[in-house]
């Protein structure tokens, strides 16, 4: 039954499955790191276990402490590479576009713009970096993350408290068919990750096979 597997979840440590969420969530924002692990999914599925306030309270806390962390992986790149950072072909496999959209965000929000572009994808790990090349002092960006771990985790863990409260129901109304609840949504999940991971790196290739060499012709003097 799909609520012995809830059941599973919930029943494994709480301190365990802090750190996981903890883990994925680092890794979602981690520049980069979210095209090889999909992170947000992972903090989804642990999101089931929060049956209660206080498990809901401190997944959003451990949640969004992660969600931090990972934004200093690009901050710290950003200061370190400056504007050299947006030819590397990390950024080129997320996209250029998506880099100047992070970019003009930080220069029309400031700070701002680390919250407003949480919840687009790729913008979202684009914008700490940015930050960083943008020279955003250190007390004004960390505060910003902060609220945009919030802002995420929040979101990510209650979609997810929600979800697993309402295939636990939807089970007890229809027994086994809840299973195949449950693999859709997971299957859904994979499949955005995918398809999102897929297109950027389709468009990064298009991109670099745009912006090779080509050949000149000298006019004559």
Same mark, same amino acid.
């Given at each position: 039954?799909?609520?012995?597997?809830?059941?599973?979840?919930?029943? +494994?440590?709480?301190?365990?499955?802090?750190? $996981?969420?903890?883990?994925?969530?680092?890794?979602?924002?981690?520049?980069? =790191?979210?095209? =090889?692990?999909?992170?947000?999914?992972? $903090?989804?599925?642990?999101?089931?276990?929060?049956?209660?306030? !206080?498990?809901?309270?401190?997944?959003?806390?451990?949640?969004?402490?992660?969600?931090?962390?990972?934004? @200093?992986?690009?901050?710290?790149?950003? *200061?370190?590479?400056?504007? #050299?950072?947006?030819?590397?072909?990390?950024?080129?496999?997320? %996209?250029?576009? #998506?880099?100047?959209?992070?970019?003009?965000?930080? @220069?029309?929000? %400031?700070?701002?713009?680390? $919250?407003?572009?949480?919840? =687009? !994808?790729?913008?979202?790990?684009?914008?700490?970096?940015?930050?960083? $090349?943008?020279?955003?002092?250190? *007390?004004?960006?960390?505060?910003?993350? +902060?609220?945009?771990?919030?802002?995420?985790?929040?979101?990510?863990?209650?979609?997810?408290?929600?979800?697993?409260?309402?295939?636990?129901?939807?089970?007890?109304?229809?027994? *086994?068919?809840?299973? +195949?609840?449950?693999?859709?949504?997971?299957?859904?999940?994979?499949? =955005?990750?995918?398809? #999102?991971?897929?297109?950027?790196?389709? /468009?990064? #290739?298009?991109?670099?096979?745009?912006?090779?060499?080509? /050949?000149?012709?000298?006019? !004559? /003097?």
């Amino acid at each position: 039954m799909i609520t012995d597997a809830l059941g599973w979840l919930a029943d +494994l440590p709480f301190p365990l499955v802090l750190l $996981v969420a903890g883990l994925a969530s680092t890794v979602e924002s981690g520049l980069g =790191i979210g095209m =090889i692990f999909p992170g947000e999914t992972g $903090v989804l599925i642990l999101a089931t276990t929060a049956t209660g306030v !206080p498990r809901f309270v401190a997944l959003v806390l451990v949640v969004a402490i992660g969600a931090c962390l990972g934004d @200093h992986v690009g901050y710290v790149l950003g *200061r370190r590479y400056g504007l #050299r950072l947006r030819e590397t072909r990390l950024v080129r496999k997320l %996209g250029v576009d #998506r880099w100047d959209r992070a970019m003009a965000a930080l @220069h029309r929000y %400031g700070a701002s713009a680390v $919250v407003v572009t949480r919840l =687009i !994808p790729v913008v979202r790990t684009l914008a700490p970096a940015a930050a960083g $090349v943008s020279t955003l002092a250190y *007390r004004r960006f960390l505060p910003a993350s +902060l609220a945009a771990g919030l802002l995420w985790a929040g979101t990510y863990v209650g979609v997810g408290a929600f979800a697993g409260a309402s295939v636990r129901q939807l089970e007890a109304w229809l027994g *086994r068919a809840g299973w +195949l609840v449950l693999g859709a949504l997971l299957l859904a999940g994979l499949a =955005i990750w995918w398809y #999102r991971r897929r297109r950027t790196v389709q /468009s990064a #290739r298009s991109r670099s096979a745009n912006c090779s060499p080509k /050949s000149t012709t000298r006019l !004559p /003097s």
